[in-house]
């Protein structure tokens, strides 16, 4: 008995006694369950013979030895659990899987490589190294983030990627930070080395297919690409690295997202042909929240992809910062040990090593479709970047750097010791190697770069901001409106639904037979519907969002005696696949959920791909995806998503943290020029190609139908902000009549318009063309509207016009004219319910002047504010001043004879 649990603590603690630093720096504690003594043996029992047991054991105890020396006992467990790789794996709960590794780390040989696999390894090790290298030595003082100390990286990965591809795995998905990436794209995913050198040099922009110059770029060490690289057993795989910002991990949920898209448009139903695979720095790793946000994503039945291989380059300093002072835990990995998930901590000296658990993390994620992690125990041979330097901080450290061999130097050492390489077959790759780069150097002068690589498969036809896309309608045809709004209204027979839900689903049925009264969530129904039947895939994910946190949604109901499940929208058409529509309460993430779905809306475009928020309010902790991807990845990396976001948002005396979405920062992150006015004519107008997003504030069901499904019927992709409403979901006027949903133009009452979105609602009181006796133009966007034209017709003013603008961003130069001429009197007030400091107000006034300076009806001065004060927090916490607060505001901008302009009081 006590002879297994000194078995067990090794398989338990053996890591710790694990010779992981190439330094050999590192002090560590070795429990005291490893030594021998704590069981009560002693040296004379080392010669005794034992029994093992002979339990349906796996690994070494099954051997068809179990009677052995307490000596060759411990010499086994020594070489299993305490060489180049420390394994951490008991704590996986589940027997079968524990058993699998043991099976395989207790084999008596686990690295047997013939002369011929050494001589790939080799090879690859070789251009890992020389890579790096001749960067050095062209460019001495560019940045590189060189990978130098962590080479074994390379052919570890190329062995993952290998042995993953015999297992059936054809494509992969890459996120990494910027250690290593060149070599990664240079060696692993093969970008053109010749294009990489280019980029060094200077680098040229991308050009268009028309031969335009587009996009503002970025560093080198953050782009991405992808490639189909040959494997060693003779297959190809697809590999894509995603281009990423300098905060690390922030790629991680997009990875993840993108991989489940990939499994979803190649029916990868048990999520074996594409793998996402993420590369981490030791300090990110432990200190950025985000990967906890996306390892938890990872067994949710619509976020899971059959897991991530994590690899972490654990070079023991993070910038300047030592790991005690990085992190609480003892592994720089622990963090993963939530998920239950295996972690093979190897010296990143010994390639073998590297090469082996990184074949047996490949093993891992095929059998049991799990997140695993490789830790690469290393160093950063210089600083953290090639122009720092490392002993300011790092002084005892740096000393044993200096004189500490290459992994390649080692290896080849030890190849040539064991007579497994002769130093001609050295020479040979080397001078091969040095060729090569060398060629490629001299090519990479007049290297031009060709076709923008975002236009894979799936996006050819899909126009750039410099090419022009034609405006289209976006209404459907009334039959099928009513066709697929019966399906959506409808419960099936039997089902026994909430009583309440089974009133909305009867309100529902008879909104859609009378085409009265369409409500905010119907209209919405109604467009997933309408582009499901048009084969698009809708995929619709967050907090709560199958009822919809204002219990306006019910996309998923449940029986209320069974619990069972139904959503009306897997039941548009006959047999539809139930993923087509996929409606997802989230892990309460915004970063890691927000993440993903972007990365998920970024493989193909005919998707409508939607985060919820559950209030507006929450999404700045998502505030680095729309910072560094969603408002500038188009113009850095030229890839293109047409994600929404839904961000509820408006003041209801909810307090600071349920009132606002920060308007102001998504229309202060826009790039559309305040004081020129674009072409506005329809056949011209590509503003919002020319635009980086889209922010909108829309007040009616219709016209939120017609800018979702905006988002697919366009030859272009964008991403579209919407400032969705609470209130509205609920409110009398807030209503639409199925006639503005058709196609069906020349509607008594509506424009032609009435079939597309509308960027702005003019005023709704049947007013001509010219109106001299508007006094007062209010333009408003959101649910202040209803407020204000209550508030009209209660005090029967009849010289105030108030208009919508519903689309903010890009801002409706054209429209904004045709109000101004509309009334030519009428003083121009803007009116919102957000603090001055906050909302659209400080977006729209250099807009309105630019649009009202070439009207010669003003300028800034000329713009009359209504809305809270200036304040610090985004709104009251007590309900009476908010309802004070609002009054006052919805009064001074209908009823007050005078309107004191801010910018000149
Ligand atoms: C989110 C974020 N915070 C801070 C930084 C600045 N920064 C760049 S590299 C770095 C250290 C990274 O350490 P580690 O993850 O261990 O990777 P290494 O550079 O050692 O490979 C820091 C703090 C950053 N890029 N991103």
Redesign the pocket.
Known sequence: MRLLLLVRAYQVYGHMKALLDPLDLEQREIPNDLDPAFYGFTKADLDREFFLGVWRMSGFLSENRPVRTLRAILTRLEQAYCGNIGYEYMHIADREQCNWLRDRIETPVPMAYNRQRREVILDRLIWSTQFENFLASKWTAAKR?GLEG?ETLIPGMKEMFDRSADLGVESIVIGM????RLNVLGNVVRKPLRQIFNEFSGGTRPVDEVGLYTGTGDVKYHLGTSYDRPTRGGKRIHLSLVANP?????VDPVVVGKTRAKQYYSNDVDRTKNMGVLI??????A??GVVYETLHLSALPNYTTGGTIHIV???Q???T?DPKS?RSSQY?TDVAKALNAPIFHVNGDDVEAVVHVCELAAEWRQTFHTDVVVDIVCY?RFG?NEIDEPSFTQPKMYKVIQNHPSALEIYQKKLLETGQATKEDIDRIQNKVTTILNEEFLASKDYVPQKRDWLSAYWSGFKSPEQLSRIRNTGVKPEILKTVGKAIATLPDNFRAHRAVKKIFADRLKMIETGDGVDWALGEALAFATLLVEGNHVRLSGQDVERGTFSHRHAVVHDQETGVRYCPLDHVMMNQNEEMFTVSNSSLSEFGVLGFELGYSMENPNSLVIWEAQFGDFANGAQ?IFDQFLSSGEAKWLRQSGLVVLLPHGYDGQGPEHSSARLERFLQMSDDNPFVIPEMEPTLRNQIQKCNWQVVNVTTPANYFHVLRRQIHRDFRKPLIVMAPKNLLRHKDCKSNLSEFDDVQGHPGFDKQGTRFKRLIKDQSGHSDLEEDIRRLVLCSGKVYYELDEKRKSTERKDVAICRVEQLCPFPYDLIQRELKRYPNAEVVWCQEEPMNMGAYSYIAPRLATAMKALDRGNSDNIKYVGRAPSAATATGFYMVHVKEQSELVENAITSDTITNPTIS
């Open positions: 983030f962590g930070s910027h250690r290593g300098s905060h690390l991990e922030a981490h720095g030791d300090g990110s790793f200190g950025q380059v654990n070079n300093v993070a910038f910062t990085g720089c950063r953290h680095v």
